[in-house]
């Protein structure tokens, strides 16, 4: 089982809409990434957070600790936020590294 | 701040030859870095976790005679992949971990494709 799963895996919205993104994980990870990657294929982080809320611009992410899950959420969508959003959780034991969600490919429509 | 670099963006050689792929921390020092590796529609990979001074830390699986870390200095690792086949061809990132900085920070370089013929 991944420690850290997500979903959607596809999605496809028309500009303008309001959309969330999940991701649950398990016990083990005391910090959540959110990257997003474009077609290009750098990554870039948008947030990390381990507790409450973070908003940069039109992107929103929120965490629930005592329900091991996040969202990110991006309002009034445009083409030019299609691309993967990656949710990675921090493993605070053994190794100390970054666990990936699959990620959830996003798709805008003009 | 916190930009990490990745040099070549891009490599195409022949099979059997060898690439090394550098990672730099530009506006900062970096205890850590992380080699990911990336197929086609797939999430990012561990391969290695490369502390200066020290030998880096390879994930299950990965050849660490194949793949060659070298992590010399506070701002620069490099990944050698040896005797380079075409199933090595893949995207290859690293990020970097801010001497100092909360641990669960990474900072993400652009990624270097390799394209082995």
Same mark, same amino acid.
């Given at each position: &089982? %991944?420690?850290?799963?997500?979903?959607?895996? %596809?999605?496809?919205?028309?500009?303008?809409?309001?959309?969330? !993104? %999940?991701?649950?994980?398990?016990?083990? !990870?005391?910090?959540?990434?959110?990257?997003?990657?474009?077609? @290009?294929?750098?990554?870039?982080?948008?947030?990390?957070?381990?507790?409450? &809320?973070? &908003?940069? @611009?039109?992107?929103?992410?929120?965490?629930?600790?005592?329900?091991?899950? /996040? /969202?990110?959420?991006?309002?009034? /969508?445009?083409?030019?936020? /299609?691309?993967?959003?990656?949710?990675?959780?921090?493993?605070?034991?053994?190794?100390?590294?970054?666990?990936?969600?699959? @990620?959830?490919?996003?798709? !805008? %429509?003009? | 701040? =916190?930009?990490?670099?990745?040099?070549?963006?891009?490599? #195409?050689?022949?099979?059997?030859?060898?690439?090394?792929?550098?990672?730099?921390?530009?506006? *900062?020092?970096?205890?850590?870095?992380?080699?990911?590796?990336?197929?086609?529609?797939?999430?990012?990979?561990?391969?290695?976790?490369?502390?200066?001074?020290?030998? =880096?830390?390879?994930?299950?699986?990965?050849?660490? +005679?194949?793949?060659? #870390?070298?992590?010399?200095?506070?701002?620069?690792?490099?990944?050698?992949?040896?005797?380079?086949?075409?199933? +090595?061809?893949?995207?290859? #990132?690293?990020?970097?971990?801010? =001497?100092?900085?909360?641990?669960?920070?990474?900072? *993400?370089?652009?990624?270097?494709?390799?394209?082995?013929?």
């Amino acid at each position: &089982k %991944n420690e850290v799963e997500q979903s959607p895996q %596809n999605l496809t919205a028309q500009e303008g809409e309001f959309i969330t !993104i %999940n991701c649950s994980y398990s016990v083990g !990870i005391s910090a959540l990434h959110w990257l997003q990657q474009h077609p @290009g294929g750098g990554i870039v982080s948008l947030f990390m957070l381990s507790s409450g &809320k973070k &908003k940069h @611009g039109r992107l929103i992410a929120t965490i629930n600790i005592q329900e091991k899950h /996040s /969202s990110l959420h991006i309002t009034a /969508s445009h083409p030019r936020d /299609s691309a993967v959003y990656i949710c990675a959780g921090f493993l605070i034991q053994g190794a100390q590294k970054l666990v990936f969600g699959q @990620g959830t490919r996003l798709t !805008i %429509n003009p | 701040g =916190a930009v990490v670099s990745q040099h070549p963006s891009w490599v #195409i050689c022949k099979s059997g030859t060898s690439v090394k792929i550098e990672c730099r921390s530009l506006d *900062f020092q970096a205890t850590t870095m992380f080699w990911y590796r990336q197929f086609p529609k797939q999430s990012l990979m561990l391969m290695a976790t490369s502390n200066e001074g020290s030998k =880096a830390t390879y994930e299950q699986g990965v050849e660490k +005679d194949k793949f060659l #870390i070298n992590h010399a200095s506070l701002t620069l690792s490099t990944l050698t992949v040896t005797s380079a086949h075409p199933e +090595d061809s893949s995207f290859y #990132i690293c990020s970097a971990r801010k =001497a100092g900085g909360p641990s669960g920070t990474q900072y *993400f370089g652009p990624g270097t494709r390799l394209l082995v013929l």
